[in-house]
């Protein structure tokens, strides 16, 4: 992966879709169907839909720096869901990282 240079600055910039960052050696993804996030892009809430059986967990919100900006446990039967209060946060790119037992799974989210 070759970096590219801006005339500007001269640092090192490179696109998102070439940098991987595992969050853990051992983790594994939730099935990627068992979690719908919208809407997207929010701006007040971030509705959480488990489309499987998922007993119960816990969800954080990460800024793209990898700063936890929220967190909190839920309880979720089959085609439960989760509504996450972003009336607080900044406009911008977010992760929401859903986790069960060990295993867990992201997704970005726009809040307008």
Do not use: C
Request: overall charge negative.
């Amino acid at each position: 992966m070759e970096p590219i240079y801006t005339p500007i600055s001269y640092q090192s910039i490179y696109r998102k879709e070439d940098v991987a960052v595992p969050v853990s050696v051992n983790e594994q993804r939730l099935d990627d169907n068992s979690i719908v996030i919208y809407p997207n892009p929010a701006t007040d809430q971030l509705n959480v839909r488990f489309n499987n059986s998922i007993d119960e967990g816990s969800w954080e919100v990460l800024n793209l720096q990898g700063q936890i900006i929220a967190r909190g446990q839920f309880s979720a039967a089959p085609n439960a869901s989760l509504t996450i209060d972003l009336e607080n946060m900044e406009a911008g790119y977010y992760l929401l990282k859903v986790s069960a037992g060990n295993e867990s799974q992201t997704h970005k989210f726009v809040k307008r």
